[in-house]
């Protein structure tokens, strides 16, 4: 990216996401244009809808899928549905999760929530959040007791399919699969959210990696190609409850907007095995490349990944945690090192996430010249890291 001023960063935000193949791709650029040329909005389906939609369902479990403008709807209508469906109030969610700025699923959310030390619940009334039940991530035994206590009153468990907005935090110990379990033998439906993880970590996302198959699938970021644009789909027995077929009613003017779903659509068809292959070694060279940096340096971290998504969390001393497996591990970094080490990487021209929470994106436009610039920057990097005090 260049900046206002002209000067020039390695981008390893990629907007936060959907960039899979890098800024300004031509063969997106182009069918976007030819889109808008064609106009912008009809306010009747389209053919390019119909196609994302095809695409999204061969690619993942759902049988249906419905089309929004952003990943807070995506959520937000999948649970407004799991409620429809199953008849009851209750939603559970995990600490550190962020599922957007939904009123019932701030508490104790990741992301800028986190980063900006806010509270999650300003502006929420106290009756929006009574049915949510927050729980610590990859814990089976709070899961297990909250079912317990309160089984026939929950609607649904939504988690991020590999957590993102806490630092990237894998589901451990067949996590994802112990929530299908619980969820199917209490009544309660199953949401796994991959707005993030969604065709960026495989063509299939976190599905294709563990194989699990949720009741209700959130999807965003890759899908619109760097234009807004979301998704939410699952079973046909479910999604059937939505209006017009059923009663649960959800809309929106914009969703499947042609130019977004033109990007997207695009975007997905390129995202070739070839392309995902060459995403993940760049992301193994980049971990390795920061991995030695703050080694040679003497910083205590720990790197961990998802696929091609990983973080670096800057841990207190080398004695420490050997992984981060939730909200509370990951809250326990030195975030002054990580403040450090992100300034003396933008000086030196590499644009990181600037948040000690959030994931790093890579694109297939990473190329050895970016590798390099970014291998150079590093070691004052690590050096400014090195210099803060616990």
């Known amino acids: 990216m260049t900046d206002v001023d002209g000067n ?22 182009a069918a976007v244009q030819a889109a808008v040329a064609r106009g912008t909005s009809y306010g009747t389906p389209t053919e390019t809808e119909v196609l994302l939609g095809e695409e999204i369902v061969a690619r993942t479990p759902v049988d249906k899928v419905r089309l929004v403008s952003s990943g807070t709807e995506a ?21 550190g999760c962020y599922h957007g700025h939904v009123d019932a699923l701030l508490a104790q ?18 009756a929006t959040t009574a049915d949510t039940i927050v729980l610590p991530y990859n814990d089976q035994a709070a899961v297990t007791a909250a079912f317990a206590e309160y089984g026939d009153q929950i609607a649904a468990v939504i988690t991020e399919a590999s957590p993102g907005n806490m630092g ?18 209490n009544g309660a439906l199953f949401i796994s959210d991959e707005v993030m993880t969604g065709f960026r970590i495989t063509r299939s996302g976190w599905y294709g ?7 209700l699938m ?63 070694e760049t992301s193994l060279t980049i971990q390795r490349l920061v991995s030695t940096a703050l080694d040679k340096e003497g910083v205590p971290h720990v790197i961990q990944a998802a696929g091609n998504l990983f973080s670096v969390f800057f841990v ?20 002054p090192r990580f403040t450090a080490f992100f300034h003396a990487m933008l000086d030196a021209g590499v644009y990181l996430p600037p948040s000690a929470f959030e994931a790093w994106f890579v694109s297939a436009a990473i190329d050895d010249d970016a590798l390099a610039a970014l291998e150079s920057a590093l070691a004052p990097a690590a050096r400014a890291a090195a210099a803060v005090q616990d």
């Open 8 to 29: 020039r960063y390695v981008d390893l935000v990629s907007s936060w996401g959907p960039l899979l193949l890098g800024h300004a791709h031509p063969e997106v650029i």
């Open 75 to 95: 959520t937000m209508s999948a649970l407004r549905l799991a409620r429809g469906f199953t008849g009851r109030a209750k939603i559970i969610k995990f600490a």
């Open 109 to 126: 959310a990741g992301s800028g929530v986190i980063t900006l030390g806010i509270p999650g619940t300003p502006g929420v009334t106290e």
């Open 168 to 185: 990237v935090v894998p589901p451990r110990d067949n996590f994802n699969a112990f929530l299908a379990q619980t969820c199917r033998d």
């Open 209 to 215: 990696v563990d194989g699990v198959q949720p009741d």
């Open 218 to 280: 959130t999807f965003g970021k890759v899908m619109g190609g760097g234009f807004p644009a979301a998704a939410f789909g699952g079973r046909a027995d479910v999604m059937a409850h939505l209006a017009p077929e059923g009663s649960v009613y959800q809309a929106g003017t914009l969703s499947g907007n042609p130019i977004a779903t033109t990007a997207g659509l695009t975007t997905l068809r390129l995202a070739t095995d070839e392309v995902y292959a060459k995403i993940d």
């Open 316 to 335: 207190e001393s080398s004695e420490g945690p050997a992984e981060i497996r939730d909200f509370t591990g990951a809250n326990a970094q030195v975030l």
